[in-house]
């Protein structure tokens, strides 16, 4: 890191922190990707809007080569039936059969979620013509 301060001053070169994005991935676009699921954690925005998250990293793609996949599950009132009905099938579907005490807390259910890191799956993305991402994942055996 000896050059860390050349490094840093070529970047922040035409950087504007209040404008400028960071990111520089691009959107990954819709389509089939083998992926490995890496881990599952509970999360909580700013508002309050809680939800689960599994994280896959995507395999045998060079375009997205050390890029993931972030499969959330929201907790609202509109979709936590579905997100609790889709986290189940997700679970069994990758063998793992949810006791019902798992959803003591978001916390519990995400440490519950992580025995099933490792699994291998393909995961299906889709965007619809609202914009709204899907995901959907298949185990792979």
Known sequence: MD????????????????TD???TFEEIKDGEYNALLEDVTAR???????????KFSILDNEEYKNR???VNYFFTEK???RSIKAINKVAYEFGYQLPVDAF???DTLAETLKGMAGNQAIVKKTTGNSGFVNY??????
């Not at 050059?3 to 209040?18: H, Q, R, S, V, Y």
């Open 3 to 18: 050059d860390l301060l050349n490094i840093a001053t070529k970047t922040m070169e035409g950087f504007d922190p209040a």
């Open 21 to 23: 994005s960071v990111d």
């Open 44 to 54: 909580k925005n700013d508002k309050g809007t809680n939800w689960i998250s599994f």
């Open 68 to 70: 993931f996949i972030f």
């Open 79 to 81: 979709t936590i039936e």
């Open 104 to 106: 003591t807390s978001l």
């Open 136 to 141: 959907k994942v298949t185990p792979v055996a």
